[in-house]
């Protein structure tokens, strides 16, 4: 069996939504799931569905390479091995809000890409963008509209930190305190999300100017100042602006909450043990958990399943 090099999911710790409307944004790679590109005589069934889909992303590229010049990719090549059984295997979960999809388009980008930008040169400002426009009309493909962050991040593999749609980096962050008592976690709410529809819902409440208000002035305000804290390492601030987020996504993003998640994120607010905020574009999947004390969450949280991401 062949096969190419494995890219790893993201967490968008900061900027769900937010990133729509110009918000700061941060995400990381997250190396507990990972995929990867690979061929194979005879597929099982799970491999066959896989060489499906590509296919069909074959023909949506194809055709949009004549719409675009973001996307040059051997095609040829590309076809040869869906022929010969290319398929991509993973155990990143899909519909979670960890970048399946993204770590495809950054495996299909690797291997087809003509004049490809590797991550091995000198990554300019002007290369970075023209990566994230490229994988934002790759992974169209996938939600219908794509900012193209999720690619980037699992192609470049680090932390990347986005203040504009046209002003973007590779960051560091603190490094993480195997010692410390406060974590920051993914909750498994047991159902699976789908982008399209969520961000639909969005894209219909922001028509409405008390929401755009609400976003502008809470939600984008404390987003910023969350991705500044984090990154500081001011842990105390941090969890002021998470408490800050965490309530106006229960207030205002109601619909993006899973119904099973809504009395565990509001014992959260009440209590102030743990707040909980969107992993993505929610719906299901993933839901990103911050606290101060895990062991004490982890016991208050006792039926759902939970993977701690960074410890501080």
């Known amino acids: 069996m062949k096969k190419g090099p494995l890219y790893f999911a993201k967490?968008?710790?900061?900027?769900?939504?937010?990133?729509?409307e110009n918000s700061t944004a941060l995400a990381i790679p997250y190396a507990h799931y990972k995929g990867g590109l690979k061929k194979a005589d005879n597929l099982n069934e799970r491999q066959k569905k896989s060489n499906e889909n590509l296919k069909a992303f074959y023909h949506f590229l194809k055709q949009k390479s004549t719409e675009t010049d973001l996307i040059d990719l051997?095609?040829?090549?590309?076809?040869?091995?869906?022929?010969?059984?290319?398929?991509?295997?993973?155990?990143?979960?899909?519909?979670?809000?960890?970048?399946?999809?993204?770590?495809?388009?950054?495996?299909?980008?690797?291997?087809?890409?003509?004049?490809?930008?590797?991550?091995?040169?000198?990554?300019?400002?002007?290369?970075?963008?023209?990566?994230k426009k490229t994988f934002a009309a790759m992974e169209d493909f996938f939600h219908g509209k794509s900012s193209g962050l999720d690619p980037l991040n699992s192609y470049l593999s680090v932390p990347v930190l986005?203040?504009?749609?046209?002003?973007?980096?590779?960051?560091?962050?603190?490094?993480?305190?195997?010692?410390?008592?406060?974590?920051?976690?993914?909750?498994?709410?047991?159902?699976?999300?789908?982008?399209?529809?969520?961000?639909?819902?969005?894209?219909?409440?922001?028509?409405?100017?008390?929401?755009?208000?609400?976003?502008?002035?809470?939600?984008?305000?404390?987003?910023?100042?969350?991705?500044?804290?984090?990154?500081?390492?001011?842990?105390?601030n941090l969890m002021k602006d998470i408490k800050h987020l965490s309530a106006t996504v229960y207030q205002h993003f109601r619909p993006m909450i899973p119904v099973n998640m809504l009395q565990v994120w509001e014992k959260g607010m009440q209590t102030g043990d743990y707040y909980l905020k969107l992993c993505g574009s929610g719906g299901g999947g993933f839901i990103l958990g911050f606290t101060e004390d895990f062991e004490k969450t982890r016991k208050e949280l006792k039926d759902f399943k939970l993977e701690v991401i960074y410890r501080f």
């Not at 490809?116 to 290369?127: A, F, G, M, Q, S």
């Not at 603190?174 to 993914?186: D, E, S, V």
């Not at 529809?197 to 976003?215: A, S, T, W, Y």
């Open 11 to 20: 967490i968008l710790l900061f900027g769900e939504y937010g990133i729509i």
């Open 74 to 131: 051997d095609f040829e090549a590309f076809k040869k091995d869906l022929d010969e059984g290319l398929f991509f295997d993973s155990d990143i979960p899909e519909g979670y809000g960890v970048g399946s999809s993204g770590a495809v388009v950054a495996a299909v980008y690797e291997r087809y890409a003509n004049n490809k930008i590797t991550v091995l040169e000198n990554l300019t400002r002007e290369k970075l963008i023209r990566l």
């Open 162 to 236: 986005i203040r504009s749609k046209d002003d973007l980096e590779p960051t560091g962050i603190p490094q993480t305190n195997n010692t410390g008592k406060g974590a920051i976690f993914l909750i498994d709410t047991g159902k699976t999300g789908e982008t399209a529809p969520m961000v639909q819902i969005f894209m219909e409440k922001l028509k409405d100017e008390g929401f755009r208000k609400i976003l502008k002035e809470e939600f984008i305000k404390y987003t910023d100042s969350g991705v500044r804290s984090f990154i500081k390492g001011d842990f105390k």
